[in-house]
């Protein structure tokens, strides 16, 4: 069974920068594509970033340029690096893994973790 675990988050000042990290663990292979979403308050969940095991990238308009998104060395977790935020970028961050490039119901959620950009 896939579970993933996020560590990072916490309270940030405007203009700074955060790191959030997920670790997978129970049946993540490299072919998945892993990545992050977010909920910000009174909002749907929407996507931050995500990358395939081949590289493929994808970030959303709100944060490219800002984020980076990598992979570790064993694949089975997933970085993010987010610079210049803004209180627009506080949410609750959401990590998944998914044998799909897009969801499709077969991904694994993390149980999230709360970011506060503070101005």
């Known amino acids: 069974q896939v579970k993933l675990v996020e560590s990072g988050g916490g309270s940030v000042r405007s203009g700074g920068s955060l790191g959030l990290a997920c670790l997978g663990s129970g049946g993540i292979t490299q072919s998945f594509t892993m990545g992050w979403y977010r909920q910000r308050p009174g909002k749907p969940r929407d996507l931050v970033a995500r990358?395939?095991?081949?590289?493929?990238?994808e970030y959303s308009p709100s944060v490219k340029g800002r984020a980076t998104i990598f992979r570790g060395n064993n694949k089975n977790a997933v970085l993010l690096q987010m610079n210049d935020v803004n209180p627009e970028d506080t949410a609750v961050y959401y990590c998944?893994?998914?044998?799909?490039?897009?969801?499709?119901?077969?991904?694994?959620w993390g149980q999230g973790i709360q970011v506060i950009v503070s101005s």
């Open positions: 990358i395939a095991s081949g590289g493929r990238i």
């Open positions: 998944y893994a998914s044998p799909d490039w897009r969801l499709t119901g077969t991904e694994t």
